[in-house]
């Protein structure tokens, strides 16, 4: 049972919320043990496993580092870890606990934390859960005065099977923790959280009347030294009365919930869009997280982009426990306006990557005559939060009848089993030639599943394509975030590829009839850069327009900001004929142009070693584009922001980085094009036939940008064009 204990504070005068506190004092201060911050040299070591010291790879780690078996080789290996004696004062051991990967949940191996007591084991506990750690621990009242190891135990030999341990404390709270609680009067749409980085994070439970209604996990700032602030949208709940719940398992903390603020805008508002990391022209999140793009779609003049979102921090967030579809809307592909999150968690998991589709038929009954329904497809990650515990990933619906505003989740949910432990990111679209929806679906260690449906409810399997099947060794390589669609030839509608292909990016041809993919080549490689990954293209884009548009999840981190990742810029997907073969070639969309603030345009330009063509022009945003004979020697040299980028005429190698690629230009003239933002830079090459995102890492301690050659080189035409800022 969870204890709870209440104050009473009827009489203190609080405006606009009521404050209660359930809570129960502590009867002495906790006793940390180890935090594994540091080392752990003190402590004896058995085998291969556990490396050399701490490591900060897992999610939800307390602190600086954690403790891991993973060796540091990464390969199979097995081992102890054993601390020194240390005598128990308090009536309860807390830690974090936790396991990698998905086989070791399948066959439950040999690992486990253990309390050793005159050399045997009194207390041992077995990892639950895989992904990330969470609060475990035990009742060691019977053993108060004794002197006690901890030891640390994987005898699972499997590769990349291994647990995680952090933060081993003393004190005398419950293991099932103690409950805060504060009850509010929602006066106002939006609840405001004070972050701190690298804080202890706090499970949040908000209940209304109906029962649980929303589940959290976030370093809350529990003094004035607050990193920034998130916001929680809570409109549908607005003039109600809710409880807003927090557990506290190291420390008894209840004042954390004092810090919440009832606002209809961000309290730390005023910097927004003008921080010094903010990108200029990329999609990126008021505050938070964000990652996969979701339920790409068209419809009513809108450009709709859901997205992967943690919006109670700017970290990934401890077990994709927050995983939500955030919301912005376009007109233009350029001027993003974020909207309230779409789709939140629930009782069947963290919301997923997903799809979103226009009902124009009303196959699901969702819409009307009037109202033409908006129907998102995505994956419920069961046990991915503590609300779903026990229940596995599962594909669910959610429908808009005002375009996007608000989604009504299914009462039928989940409407496709699961199918493996991990199977995810359904992406669906209507199959004209069938009058039938189409998903493909990603199941773990290597496969794509398709499904045709009439309603969007009720799916039917069709066919699996093994990774095996297209010729891939390496899962890696062609896994998750499936998108299969058709484009024509160069141009030509009558003459055509279908295009399957997966999170990073590579890609396979072949042909669909509906129901089965047919691969003619192996794989092929499309994205070069390192900020790419999990793209989607649009739906419904209007016929008319007849352009397949992708944006892909930028991989950049925002150092010391309150907003993290962003998207890349929007690109239009073609296919054309090569002296390879057909190849997707990809190019900004043209919107960009709405952008342009000065155009400056040079011909025939000599340049010579170690001059600076971009000399005079200050750092800022960037389309650049270079066209030269196709004969040129020599070496050119970008550079902007701390990132390089070599084009090697002689070899035809474009390098940056540890990347380096062949362009095999053929043409007579080589086009390269740059757009060029505070973290990024993104090259098309020879007319978009390289696509190659670029991050630049780190802080931006000097911001600058250059063009020079390591030898005279004549350039046919320069166009130099500055980019106004989408936020202003």
């Not at 701490?54 to 870890?81: I, Q, W």
Request: aromatic share 12%.
């Amino acid at each position: 049972m969870i204890m709870m204990c209440k104050i009473d504070l009827s009489n203190l005068m609080l405006p606009f919320v009521v404050l209660l506190l359930l809570s129960c004092s502590q009867s002495s201060e906790p006793i940390v043990i180890v935090t594994f911050d540091h080392s752990f040299e003190k402590w004896i070591k058995e085998g291969k496993a556990f490396g050399e010291g701490p490591v900060k790879e897992t999610m939800g780690y307390y602190g600086k580092a954690h403790l891991s078996s993973l060796n540091e080789f990464d390969e199979p290996s097995t081992g102890r870890l054993t601390s020194p004696e240390f005598r128990i004062e308090r009536n309860y051991i807390h830690f974090l606990l936790g396991a990698r990967e998905i086989d070791f949940m399948n066959e439950k191996g040999d690992m486990s934390i253990e309390l050793l007591l005159n050399g045997k084991v009194v207390r041992s506990k077995k990892p639950e859960e895989f992904h990330a750690m969470f609060h475990a621990g035990w009742n060691v009242s019977n053993f108060k005065g004794e002197m006690v190891q901890i030891r640390v135990v994987d005898e699972d030999d499997r590769p990349f099977v291994y647990l995680d341990v952090d933060h081993i404390v003393q004190n005398d709270i419950p293991v099932e923790g103690i409950v805060a609680e504060r009850i509010i009067e929602m006066s106002s749409g939006t609840i405001n959280i004070p972050i701190k980085e690298n804080a202890p994070r706090y499970y949040f439970e908000i209940h209304a009347d109906s029962g649980l209604i929303r589940a959290f996990d976030a370093s809350v700032a529990l003094t004035d030294d607050i990193d920034f602030w998130v916001k929680h949208d809570m409109y549908e709940w607005s003039g109600e009365q809710i409880k807003v719940r927090t557990y506290q398992y190291f420390e008894n903390r209840p004042e954390i919930l004092n810090n919440l603020v009832l606002s209809d805008n961000i309290v730390d508002s005023d910097n927004l869009y003008q921080e010094n990391l903010r990108p200029q022209f990329h999609f990126t999140a008021k505050r938070g997280w964000l990652n996969d793009p979701n339920g790409l779609v068209f419809h009513e003049g809108e450009y709709h982009l859901f997205y992967q979102a943690n919006p109670y921090g700017n970290d990934y967030g401890r077990n994709d426990y927050n995983k939500t579809w955030g919301h912005a809307v376009s007109e233009d592909l350029v001027h993003w306006r974020e909207l309230p999150a779409a789709i939140n968690p629930d009782h069947l998991g963290s919301i997923y990557s997903g799809s979103a589709v226009i009902d124009h038929n009303n196959t699901t009954g969702f819409g009307s005559e009037e109202q033409t329904s908006m129907v998102a497809l995505y994956t419920s990650a069961g046990t991915r939060n503590r609300w779903s515990f026990g229940k596995p990933f599962t594909q669910s619906v959610a429908y808009s009848l005002d375009n996007g505003r608000t989604f009504t989740k299914y009462d039928g949910n989940p409407v496709l089993a699961n199918l493996g432990y991990i199977n995810r990111d359904p992406k669906a679209f209507w199959y004209e030639a069938g009058q039938h929806w189409v998903i493909v679906l990603y199941l773990d260690h290597g496969a794509f599943v398709f499904f045709t449906s009439d309603d969007l409810k009720e799916w039917k399997q069709q066919s699996t394509i093994e990774i095996e099947d297209l010729g891939i060794s390496e899962v890696a390589a062609f896994e998750d975030c499936p998108e299969l669609f058709e484009l024509p030839i160069d141009g030509n509608r009558v003459n055509s590829k279908w295009v399957l292909y997966a999170g990073s990016g590579d890609y396979v041809l072949g042909d669909f009839d509906g129901k089965k993919f047919i691969p003619e080549i192996g794989l092929l490689k499309y994205n070069h850069g390192d900020c790419f990954y999990a793209s989607q293209t649009f739906n419904n884009v209007p016929t008319e327009d007849g352009r397949r548009i992708q944006m892909a999840w930028g991989i950049v981190d925002f150092p010391e900001m309150p907003f993290n990742q962003m998207m890349t810029f929007p690109v239009s997907l073609t296919l054309r004929n090569t002296t390879n073969g057909v190849r997707i070639f990809a190019n900004p969309v043209n919107e960009i142009e709405k952008l342009y603030d000065s155009v400056k345009s040079y011909s025939d330009i000599e340049i010579l070693p170690d001059e600076d063509l971009l000399e005079g022009f200050n750092s800022g945003s960037y389309d650049i584009e270079i066209n030269m004979s196709s004969s040129s020697q020599g070496k050119i040299l970008f550079k902007a922001n701390g990132r390089e980028i070599k084009i090697d005429l002689d070899r035809q190698k474009i390098m940056s980085g540890d990347l380096e690629i062949d362009y095999q230009n053929r043409n007579a003239e080589i086009n390269v094009r740059l757009l060029v933002d505070i973290k990024s830079i993104e090259v098309f090459l020879d007319n978009g036939k390289i696509y190659m995102p670029l991050r630049i890492d780190g802080k931006i301690e000097s911001e600058s940008i250059s063009l020079t050659s390591d030898s005279p080189l004549n350039i046919n035409e320069l166009k130099i064009r500055t980019l106004r800022s989408i936020w202003n």
